[in-house]
């Protein structure tokens, strides 16, 4: 998977940290949902993410 399609950062959304495009959800929040317990069905019933942005989301996560 290609993270840098959902991937991004723009020094005029949330200082440059790294978001899901089209949205103001940053990696960083999407991936303290789911340190929590959060499924995937709970993080897209609740935010506008898909579930391809969320693999994305783990794809560009450190450490991967």
């Known amino acids: 998977m290609d993270w840098r399609t959902y991937i991004h950062s723009d020094p005029k959304i949330l200082l440059?940290?790294?978001i899901v495009k089209g949205?103001?959800?940053s990696v960083e929040f999407i991936l303290g949902?789911?340190?929590e317990?959060?499924?995937e069905q709970q993080v897209t019933?609740?935010?506008p993410i898909s579930?391809?942005?969320i693999q994305a989301v783990f794809?560009?996560?450190p450490g991967n």
């Open 45 to 47: 019933e609740s935010y």
């Open 37 to 39: 317990g959060w499924t």
């Open 23 to 25: 949205t103001r959800l």
């Open 33 to 35: 949902l789911f340190a």
């Open 51 to 53: 579930p391809l942005a």
């Open 59 to 61: 794809a560009f996560a």
């Open 16 to 18: 440059r940290k790294p």
